[in-house]
């Protein structure tokens, strides 16, 4: 059981470039979240999904999309990199009244 | 507007002694509270949550206090051991509204000295 992996675990990206962080678990969660933590700060939400075929905004979505085609899957892309988009991004998932499972995080940078 | 607040950033005890972090919250909607540990170039995982219907809940060393009417709750830790040295996050929700959305505090860092 390998809970909720993330890949890459780094990247860095040049400004305008674009690029896919992947999330996938398999405890057949179907609430999906993906978060950014910037240095000394909390966990922000950028999306999230409560099934497949579902996503909504969160309170950072601006310069990210996300797509939920399986209940497995949540990826979230980035277009057009700017560096305020800087930080570690971490996936979770849970079912509808459990505590949340995460990922152990992609680090990214934008020059 | 910030609607979970850890107000302090850092905390040094010995080993042995009690860790008490603190959490206040301003949504009267919230009614289930999660603390999650983090170690450097981990995710956070799950250490110990409370229903807002409770006013305590206790594992092992680990307990969290609510209080409702002052929107604040703890997370005691007994005895604090140099393995609990990490970041910890306190984050309030809704489970059957709001698709179960978290919100986090900014954590504080807690050191546990030998």
């Known amino acids: 059981n390998a809970g909720v992996t993330q890949t890459p675990k780094f990247r860095i990206l040049k400004i305008g470039q674009s690029m896919t962080l992947q999330c996938t678990q398999d405890?057949?969660?179907?609430?999906m979240y993906w978060y950014r933590q910037d240095p000394g700060m909390g966990l922000k939400l950028i999306y999230y999904?409560?099934?497949?075929?579902?996503?909504d905004k969160g309170e950072v979505p601006n310069g990210y999309n996300v797509s939920r085609s399986t209940t497995e899957d949540f990826p979230l892309r980035l277009e057009l990199a700017a560096p305020s988009q800087t930080s570690v991004y971490f996936c979770?998932?849970?079912?509808?009244?459990?505590?949340?499972?995460f990922g152990q995080g992609t680090r990214l940078t934008v020059v | 507007d910030q609607q979970v607040k850890q107000n302090s950033p850092s905390l040094s005890v010995q080993e042995g002694r009690i860790s008490i972090l603190n959490c206040d919250y301003t949504?009267?909607?919230?009614?289930?509270f999660l603390w999650y540990k983090k170690y450097p170039a981990e995710g956070p995982t799950f250490l110990i949550s409370?229903?807002?219907?409770?006013d305590k809940n206790e594992d092992g060393r680990f307990t969290v206090f609510l209080n409702k009417s002052a929107k604040h709750l703890s997370l005691h830790i007994v005895p604090s051991q140099p393995g609990d040295s990490a970041v910890y996050f306190c984050?309030?929700?809704?489970?059957?509204?709001?698709?179960?959305?978290?919100?986090f505090g900014d954590g504080t860092t807690l050191t546990v000295k030998p």
């Open positions: 979770a998932s849970r079912t509808a009244n459990t505590e949340a499972f």
């Open positions: 405890m057949n969660h179907n609430y």
């Open positions: 999904s409560v099934g497949a075929g579902i996503t």
């Open positions: 949504n009267s909607m919230f009614d289930y």
């Open positions: 409370i229903s807002s219907i409770k």
């Open positions: 984050a309030a929700s809704s489970p059957y509204t709001n698709a179960g959305k978290s919100t």
